[in-house]
């Protein structure tokens, strides 16, 4: 009974690399999204998909890559990480667009130094 | 752009108080959700409401939707320790493709 699953669930990053979030669902939902949570602004929604082959931006976008070639997978890259992309990121996913029951990960804690 | 405000952001009671936390917008949505969050966990949903005025209730918990669906409430009934968490509202609408936003969660703790 897996769900959502993330990987890495802690990582440290120095200014400048660039990592990928794993982010994988088995439920089979069309729906996948990810966003970061820093205290006090809720969730934050970077990128969302409707369906493999369709990805659109959220709120905040910038600096952040996603592609969606599987129905299951959903990996969300950073291109060059900077201290403002510290954060907890939660990769989500829901069998329908709007109404539908979201299913999250249990987060990944990143830390840019 | 669609925002999401919750008010309070915190709130601290004795247990057996009654509260509630309000979720306002100045857009419409399709449907609003309300989500709890433990710490170190991902959200949980609570419920989802879809109707102009629609009102549901989960044993103390109980749900409004605005009847212009801009807005929301969740109240609880005398609030126990168990119910300490974080409270998120979330909004969608189908002009806005599929875009669901959060709020900026009320952090309840109830003490004994």
């Known amino acids: 009974n897996a769900g959502v699953t993330q990987t890495p669930k802690f990582q440290v990053l120095k200014t400048g690399q660039s990592m990928t979030l794993q982010c994988a669902q088995d439920m089979n939902h069309e729906y996948m999204s990810w966003y970061r949570q820093d205290p006090g602004m809720g969730l934050r929604l970077i990128h969302y998909?409707?369906?493999?082959?369709?990805?659109d931006q959220g709120e905040v976008p910038n600096g952040y890559n996603v592609s969606r070639s599987t129905t299951e997978d959903f990996p969300l890259r950073l291109l060059s990480a900077a201290p403002s992309q510290t954060s907890v990121y939660f990769c989500a996913s829901s069998q329908t667009i709007i109404g539908g029951e979201l299913f999250f990960g249990e987060g990944s804690r990143l830390t840019v130094l | 752009t669609q925002l999401l405000e919750q008010s309070p952001q915190f709130l601290s009671i004795q247990e057996g108080e009654n509260l509630t936390v309000y979720c306002n917008s100045s857009s419409v949505f399709s449907s609003l959700q309300w989500y709890r969050q433990e710490p170190g966990e991902g959200p949980v949903l609570l419920v989802t409401v879809v109707t102009g005025g629609e009102v549901k209730k989960l044993k103390r918990l109980t749900f409004q939707f605005g009847d212009a669906r801009k807005d929301s409430s969740l109240h609880i009934t005398a609030a126990q320790t168990g119910d300490t968490g974080l409270y998120l509202c979330?909004?969608?609408?189908?002009?806005?493709?599929?875009?669901?936003?959060f709020g900026q969660g009320t952090e309840l703790s109830v003490k004994p």
């Open positions: 979330a909004g969608g609408s189908y002009n806005q493709g599929g875009k669901l936003i």
């Open positions: 998909s409707v369906g493999a082959g369709i990805t």
